[in-house]
């Protein structure tokens, strides 16, 4: 199995739900990420964890809150999301440096 | 303040022609150097990638090339085909204890029939 899975594929929230980002892989690869992507911008580093510990938080704001349950499982957990939060979240995991397999994504609505 | 840059928007390219893709970083601690694909409502497919200590890794119709000192690279694929018409994103890599990667604004390469 060489791919990262993530559901849903879309999600549109009010700005008062809660809800979360489920990312998987079963490649055995070390690290999983989460970015954000707008459109016709560059994905966004949001969040790093090598061996199941959270290594990189790129200083984001706490309505989002991520949670790794094993090595093969990350979370991305929603809450009081905002309209400018609406974007693609990706997922991604790696064993070395840089050489990720991505997701297709989640697309967020926040209405 | 942008780490890694591509400046060029968009390329268009005649089929069985060069495309070059340009990127330049601003931070010396990167180590590895990658390029992705994308294509729409898809995730980011790697491509080829190149170590800080090499200046040039071939795979196929890709090459890419690392200069240092002026801290560019650049993807070749020779010859361009209609199905490498796509988004390409340059990334740099540096662990930090996780892998930090940055990826440019990325190019968008028209290679026409």
């Known amino acids: 199995d060489t791919e990262v899975t993530q559901t849903p594929k879309h999600l549109v929230m009010g700005m008062t739900n809660k809800k979360s980002l489920k990312c998987e892989q079963h490649?055995?690869?070390?690290?999983m990420y989460w970015y954000k992507q707008k459109a016709k911008k560059p994905p966004e580093l949001m969040f790093v964890?090598?061996?199941?510990?959270?290594?990189i938080n790129e200083s984001v704001p706490s309505r989002f809150s991520p949670e790794c349950p094993n090595s093969s499982l990350l979370n991305l957990h929603l809450h009081a999301l905002q309209p400018e939060d609406s974007a693609l979240y990706l997922c991604a995991s790696s064993q070395g440096p840089g050489h990720y397999t991505f997701g297709s994504g989640t697309r967020l609505t926040v209405v | 303040d942008q780490q890694v840059k591509q400046n060029s928007p968009s390329l268009s390219v005649q089929e069985g022609r060069i495309s070059i893709l340009n990127c330049d970083y601003t931070?010396?601690?990167?180590?590895?150097f990658l390029w992705y694909k994308k294509y729409p409502a898809e995730g980011p497919t790697f491509l080829i990638s190149?170590?800080?200590?090499?200046d040039k890794n071939e795979d196929g119709r890709f090459t890419v090339f690392l200069n240092k000192s002026a801290k560019h690279l650049s993807l070749h694929i020779v010859p361009s085909q209609p199905g490498d018409s796509a988004v390409y994103f340059c990334a740099a890599s540096e662990d930090t204890g996780g892998f930090k990667t940055i990826f440019g604004a990325g190019t968008r390469l028209f290679v026409k029939a």
């Open positions: 931070n010396s601690m990167f180590d590895y």
């Open positions: 964890y090598s061996y199941e510990k959270l290594s």
């Open positions: 190149i170590s800080s200590i090499k």
């Open positions: 490649m055995g690869h070390r690290a």
